[in-house]
C-alpha cells in the first residue's frame, strides 16, 4: 500500500523584536498546526527565536533568478531609496 506523503511547509525564524523573519529550513507535516509544532521542536530547541512562520511550500510564488533583468528594475539611478542616505539615532540598532 502506497503511503500519501505529507506537505512541504517552509520555515521562517524571528531571532529578536524589531528584525526580519528568517527562512531557516523545511519539514513536512499534515497541517499548518503540527507544521508549528515540528518547527518549535527542530528550529526553537535552545531558544533561538521569539517567532515562527511556516508557509507551505505550493504556496509560495517566486521569481527566477534568470529573469532578473527583464523581472527587476535596475535601482543604480534611484539613491533615494537606499537607507544608506538617512541617519539613525544610536539607540536603532536592528535596521
Known amino acids: 500500500m502506497k ?3 505529507r506537505p512541504l511547509f517552509e520555515v521562517f525564524v524571528r531571532s529578536k523584536r524589531g528584525l526580519d523573519h528568517r527562512h531557516v529550513g523545511s519539514l513536512h507535516a499534515e497541517d499548518p498546526e503540527q507544521a508549528l509544532e515540528y518547527a518549535r521542536d527542530v ?16 504556496d509560495i510564488t517566486a521569481s527566477l533568478e534568470s529573469d532578473v533583468d527583464s523581472f ?4 543604480d539611478d534611484k539613491d533615494y531609496r537606499h537607507a544608506t542616505h538617512y541617519k539613525l539615532p544610536d539607540e536603532v540598532d536592528n535596521m
Open 3 to 5: 503511503q500519501q506523503s
Open 72 to 75: 527587476l528594475d535596475p535601482m
Open 43 to 58: 528550529y526553537l530547541r535552545r531558544s533561538e527565536g521569539v517567532s515562527l512562520w511556516v508557509v507551505r511550500s505550493t
